[in-house]
């Protein structure tokens, strides 16, 4: 989904791409790189917006979101999600981009292809050193894992 959002970045379509990354921030709203996202959206309808009034709303989005991005004090980066013959394994990591060295604590869910929740699943990561990066991984074990959601950590 986010290189999605990317290749309608680069076809500068904002029509295309706004439901994607309205998507990608229900899916990932833990990565600040899905609000900067939003804001490339905004910035990509103002680039074209002759209006002078709409354009200083639009304008007004692009530094929202990208207000957003820069005072979110983490982020998680999803960099596998294997679908098993029995379960799944969801693993990334998470920087702390705050101030202070602090623990994170990440639920899943893991769900089947109707969306029903199959399973959940938790790992707590840290403590991450300010300006530091761990990694994480959580697992699944029941049959007919095809995807996952995750609430937004704190």
């Known amino acids: 989904t986010f290189f999605l959002a990317q290749i309608y970045y680069d076809k500068k379509d904002p029509v295309a791409m706004m439901p994607v990354v ?66 799944a394994i969801l693993s990334g990591t998470i920087e702390n981009r705050g101030k202070a060295e602090k623990s994170y604590t990440l639920d899943v869910e893991f769900l089947d292809v109707a969306g029903t929740v199959l399973e959940n699943g938790s790992v707590k990561v840290g403590p991450i050193k300010a300006g530091a990066t761990d990694k994480f991984e959580v697992r699944a074990t029941k049959k007919g894992v095809a995807a996952y959601r995750y609430k937004a950590i704190q």
Not at 48 to 56: H, R, S, W
């Open 22 to 87: 309205d998507r990608l921030l229900e899916m990932d709203p833990s990565n600040p790189d899905n609000f900067l996202l939003k804001a490339y959206v905004y910035q990509l309808m103002a680039a074209t917006e002759k209006d002078a009034k709409k354009k200083a709303t639009l304008n007004a989005q692009v530094a929202d979101w990208g207000a957003k991005e820069g005072a979110m004090p983490h982020k998680l980066a999803v960099t596998q999600f294997a679908r098993l013959q029995e379960g």
